[in-house]
């Protein structure tokens, strides 16, 4: 029997993007039908330039869009994602981004690694993986976070703010998503503090990482800051010994 898998692709001003990133997404989904019942989410936070027009106007099968009424970012719309799949049966749960940094290419060996584990992580940063055309200040930024994340919350792993993902619903339904604070992409290192302080199984996976060849980044300073703000808080928490498992 096929997985039933749920592709959520959160947006906000991407028009430049959405179109040829569905396009690519839909002939995977495609060519692995045998194996994986693959929906789509798209969640926009009201993009004004008409990113949620252009992506339901490509008419596309098992497609399903939710609008915000605002610019909620990235967190919450990654909630609200969970918790449609979950209502709605889906085994597993894709993280992907819009832009075509996240390749579809890459997915079929994800989502075999996400059978046999709770959480995939499409990493950059180890043996295979690879980032092309990011400027010198935006690997620093990634480097550091991650390296500050591993070490502040003892989290073994090389690419915690990679947002290409694979999440089981075993793991979905344990997330305490009422303590999930971050919204930009503070989310991605929360999500893998409580999936491993849960024992949840965690692997990471090579990946090619494209830097966006339209639109605009949404990477801002008060992203990083909420980010390590996270990071330093729940970093104190677990040398207090003040972190439980649920």
């Known amino acids: 029997m096929s997985s039933k898998v749920l592709i ?62 605002r610019k909620v970012g990235l967190g919450p719309a990654y909630l609200r994602g969970f918790a449609w799949g979950v209502a709605h049966d889906f085994d597993l749960f894709i993280e992907i981004d819009a832009d075509g940094s996240h390749l579809a290419s890459q997915l079929p060996a994800l989502l075999t690694q996400g059978l046999s584990h709770d959480l995939v992580i499409g990493a950059r940063w180890i043996p295979g993986g690879k980032i092309e055309n990011w400027p010198w200040y935006r690997r620093v930024i990634s480097k550091l976070g991650t390296a500050y994340a591993s070490k502040a919350l003892g989290l073994p792993y090389q690419d915690l703010t990679s947002g290409y993902r694979v999440l089981s619903r075993n793991l979905i339904q344990s997330l305490d998503l009422e303590t999930i604070s971050t919204k930009g992409y503070g989310f991605q290192i929360e999500i893998a503090f ?8 965690i692997i990471e996976v090579p990946i090619t990482f494209i830097e966006r060849s339209a639109g605009q980044s949404k990477m801002s300073f008060g992203i990083v800051l909420e980010a390590f703000k996270f990071i330093t808080k729940r970093g104190f928490q677990r040398s207090l010994k003040g972190i439980y498992r649920r």
């Open 8 to 69: 959520i692709i959160p947006t906000y001003n991407e028009a430049a993007n959405i179109c040829r990133q569905l396009t690519e997404l839909n002939l995977v989904r495609l060519q692995i039908a045998e194996n994986y019942a693959i929906t789509f989410l798209h969640i926009d936070d009201s993009s004004p330039d008409g990113t949620a027009k252009l992506a339901s106007e490509m008419e596309l099968p098992n497609f399903t869009q939710i609008i915000n009424a």
């Open 194 to 201: 409580q999936a491993h302080l849960n024992g949840f199984s």
